[in-house]
DNA sequence: TATGAATGAGACTTCATTCAT
DNA sequence: TATGAATGAAGTCTCATTCAT
């Protein structure tokens, strides 16, 4: 996964000080882009608390849009990294799921602002790079389809495979939804409360 | 409802003539704005696809943002006219409920384009108009939890009312869904198919 | 004088309506004039304080600058024809010259607002409306002139007729400086106290 | 003096540079202002006048009005400047006066395009740097005003406190006038003749 | 004669990117 | 390698003036 940032060119040659420069310009950036959106951020601003002057900015980038795709895959990678952890251990598919989606609800939590930034921004990316970033986003919807297709051939689900996909999809949105409607969810519900729900109404709706 | 176009000054005085224009305007702009963003869309390309001089477009607005208002305004409008119409008949809850998703489904799909916009660009907006947006959604997700709520009363779904607004929430991101997540949704799912499957979980979890 | 404003093209035919309209649009423009200046009042505000339509507005006027001439000559004229009738009566010069100030300082004083606007926007005048304001103006001081000449001549003033001129133009300065300069003058000094003052002065000067 | 200029934000940071470019700035603004008026002259001209691009013009100021804020400031100080290094020297008061009346008429002859645009466009300043200027002029007249003070003081003048005030007020419009009504004063005098008039008829006046 | 919608040139300002030092 | 001043294209918005109705 660390090769993706090469995918972006660069002036440095040292590769250990471009990876870690690049990493304190994405915290610098997902500051501001947070704030005030991707196009209402300049890049003078993201070199000055960045802490570089704009030629140096530019020795790491090509377009600022590179740091768009470098925000964007470093939120991504941190909600993917938590959640491949979270899926050790041996245990049926119901816990496996029930687990899994607390915990991706948890990284979900914990990140809000990036999730809105992931989702709004996203189409500010060239083609190639929001595709990268599109399949990344199904991997991670792969980890619930895989953990359902388990527990149907455990029959412990009763649904079948096209229908899996579509819960797992589901899934990726309610927790989505937790960070965009969060007037409506975070407003009237506890995380824990909010995970509860959704969980059962999930296990439900495929038992 | 029309009033709402009215929060936008103008320097016109004949107002038919200002809803006229604007609906041309807001045609335009929708265009644009679905193939390459807001902030990608220059006013000027606006005036040459409404087909008028630049100063005659400002005669119709104040500033960009009022087009996004009156684009965001306008797609939104669509939504709740069609889906209030669809909503008239009397039916038991849970048929009620079938129709209701169903036909927002439909209506998502018929402007998939805008749907997209709606939900991407809001953020462009500023607080008030925002505000005001968002509180359109609201209602129209008030129309869900109201069916649910009368199915709950019927003893027709078995969960509580807080439950039932966190579904109608689900309802409307799944709908939302079809058209976000289209490379997964409708690569691999007809309309009828998608809408009979998600109607089907979203009944079983309830029920 | 009246003819002066003829000196300005018209679609109307009507001379009496011309005139009548003419100084209804005085009137809306030197209210506008006054509180926002020449430039950054639109001839939109004006037609509206104006009462009438744009293309009405056009029917009396060439161009924008026309109307800050109609407006600079009205002020000018009210100066010089109240200054005029103040200005009948066998009085010795000193006397003559007294009341002259006086009532010239009590003109300025009645129509600051205006004086201040002719004098800051004369410049935005081309140059041939610009000669007619400047050879109104020197007119006026010419009445200073006289009856200082008339002093020189019965041996009341003890100047030459090359200082004389002086005087006046400083009389009408110092006129002026009771609008220009306000924040000084009459902050600190009543009408009444200004005119004895500056008057006692300039009979001191050349007597 | 010098921090005045520091009123203005600029992106430079190189202060030096700031300074340096904003005097180059001066010179290219008021020679434009000067010949076409603040309003009519376009930041364009300006910066092809500056030899510099329009970008980098703004990186030196704000807004367009910055600029003639820096050409009204720069003026002042040089009046300023000049005039208080003409006036030491241990005279006697009328000594004083006559000198301080030749220094400030000589300095305004010498920059009468500047003594014109200053009381022009000074009314399209912000309050702010409106209130900065005038505050300026008034130190000026303050000049004045102590001469006589101390002339009074010595007997040598024959008038109060207040007509002091009045009679230093007289003197700088007098100078100004000296560049506002150049078609009358400097038609038919020179400005040796202008000074001895002027001059004369001050210490009369107040003798 | 009156209306006011439409024109379009041009104004001010911003900002991603480059490059001399 | 680092700096930050400079570029210049492009953006949004205004407004004096015209002309079809």
Redesign the interface.
């Known amino acids: 996964m660390a090769s993706s940032k090469l995918r972006i060119a660069s002036n440095i040659k040292n590769e250990e000080l471009i990876n870690l420069r690049r990493q304190e310009l994405v915290n610098a950036a997902v500051k501001l882009f947070v704030e005030k ?1 991707f ?1 209402k951020t300049t890049v ?1 601003e993201i070199a000055k608390e960045f802490g570089m002057s704009m030629g140096a900015l530019y020795d790491y980038i090509r377009t600022k849009e590179d740091i768009l795709f470098l925000v964007c895959d470093h939120i991504f990678k941190s909600v993917s990294d938590k959640l491949q952890v979270s899926m050790v251990g041996e245990k049926d598919a119901k816990e496996k799921l029930r687990n899994a989606i607390r915990d991706y609800f948890i990284i979900i939590d914990s990140i809000q602002d990036y999730t809105l930034l992931l989702y ?1 921004e996203t ?2 990316l060239n083609r190639k790079d929001r595709n990268y970033v ?1 399949s990344a986003e ?1 991997e991670l ?1 792969k980890i619930f389809e895989n953990i359902i297709a388990q527990g149907i051939k455990e029959k412990t689900f009763n649904i079948d495979k ?2 899996a ?3 797992a ?2 899934i990726m ?2 927790g ?2 937790w960070a ?2 969060r ?3 975070q407003k ?2 506890s995380l824990n ?2 995970i509860k ?2 969980t059962d ?2 296990i ?3 038992s």
Do not use: D, E
Request: proline fraction near 0%.
């Open positions: 959106g196009h003078r709004q189409k500010s599109l199904m919807t096209r229908t996909k579509i819960v999809n589901n949105v309610q989505q939804m965009f409607r007037w409506v969810a009237n519900y409360n909010y729900i959704q109404l999930i439900n709706s495929i």
